[in-house]
């Protein structure tokens, strides 16, 4: 790509740690429309919200079916078979929206209150989604110690920059769970963050990077000993503030949450997600940590295909029951995993939990304001 070609449309970018869930929330988020709902609530709210892919003349179909076949796995119970990224790949989406109703009152002509609605028009966003193999953004840890000037993976790191770099907003991915996170990545994240910005001064026909979404996935781990009012319980932005005060998974983004508070910086909010969400969208969490089988606990099971499967012994145990796929997708809610993309698109803070970084690194001024 030449660098200082402009990009054709609106484009953002996904980046995160290998197995933070990134392809699967991205697959999930085009394809599940339970959690397109939460873009409903929150201060800046949108209505009527449709979002997915859309057919387009560069489109690479093979790529999206196998994107969808994703979110299909995970209805199953089949994570697990979803594979890591192995190309940086570019998503042709769409974002359809109405503005949110607004209700004025007015006095009639003899006291009386009456009242009006406006809807708004129909809003067409158009735009593409990149997504690639976590390591491929820092590839040094991926580098063969006796080759280190492997091509394909230098290849692959420079093709994720140049979707970094004509990107007006990217979604930074990464897991909550202290196991699971990597400092080393989250480090090269940051500088690779910092790196798209210094670059883009030298190049006007690239965009400014706007907005920056951090998401800390797998939040529903948090609140698997919370019972059946788990997902009610999630919703409440101090827990997720408790969980994320003074960790290494905050304070790594530090250097990011400083620059963008510069003359010349960009917006940038916190978002807990779970792919999995919790069951009906208050219940419990919704995932089962089966070891031969981990993934959705509402999964949709049948005795031909789960109980009879060898590589699943003794599923039937655990889930004794079939479940159609209607009654599993209908159970399936995401949580908080498409107001990220709408605010790294359009700045435009939706959702139920969403945090400016001041409410983390100073809880107690969140407290004092409430």
Not at 217 to 246: I, P, Q
Not at 300 to 311: E, H, L, Q
Not at 332 to 339: E, G, L, Q, T, V
């Amino acid at each position: 790509m030449t660098k200082n070609k402009k990009p054709k449309g609106l484009q953002i970018t996904l980046v995160g740690q290998s197995d933070s869930g990134k392809t699967n929330l991205l697959a999930t988020v085009l394809n599940n429309p339970n959690c397109h709902s939460d873009m409903t609530i929150g201060p800046d709210r949108i209505a009527n919200v449709g979002l997915g892919t859309r057919a387009d003349d560069g489109a690479n179909d093979d790529s999206v079916d196998k994107l969808m076949s994703y979110s299909d796995n995970i209805l199953r119970g089949r994570v697990w078979t979803n594979p890591g990224t192995d190309e940086v790949r570019l998503y042709s989406c769409r974002l359809s929206y109405r503005e949110a109703p607004q209700t004025q009152f007015r006095r009639g002509m003899f006291g009386q209150k009456t009242e009006t609605t406006s809807h708004g028009e129909q809003t067409h966003l158009d735009f593409k989604i990149a997504d690639g193999r976590g390591g491929d953004i820092a590839p040094n840890r991926f580098l063969n110690k006796d080759n280190p000037q492997d091509e394909e993976p230098i290849r692959r790191q420079q093709e994720y920059r140049d979707r970094l770099d004509e990107s007006v907003g990217l979604i930074v991915v990464m897991p909550m769970d202290k196991d699971g996170f990597k400092i080393d990545l989250a480090n090269r994240l940051v500088r690779e963050i910092q790196r798209t910005i210094e670059f883009r001064k030298t190049a006007p026909d690239l965009p400014d990077l706007e907005r920056v979404a951090i998401c800390y996935t797998k939040y529903d781990e948090l609140f698997t000993h919370r019972g059946a009012s788990a997902g009610e319980k999630a919703g409440d932005a101090n827990e997720a503030v408790d969980h994320l005060y003074n960790t290494a998974i905050v304070e790594v983004f530090r250097p990011l949450f400083a620059q963008a508070q510069q003359p010349d910086g960009f917006d940038i909010c916190i978002f807990a997600v779970s792919t999995f969400g919790f069951v009906n969208g208050t219940g419990a969490a919704n995932f089962y940590d089966l070891e031969e089988s981990p993934g959705l606990l509402t999964r949709t099971v049948s005795a031909d295909r789960d109980w009879a499967n060898p590589n699943t012994p003794d599923i039937q145990n655990h889930f004794p029951f079939e479940m159609t796929e209607n009654e599993a997708q209908s159970s399936w809610r995401p949580f908080n995993i498409a107001p990220p993309i709408l605010f790294a698109l359009t700045g435009r803070v939706t959702g139920p939990l969403y945090l400016d970084p001041d409410e983390v690194f100073q809880p107690e001024k969140r407290e004092a304001s409430y």
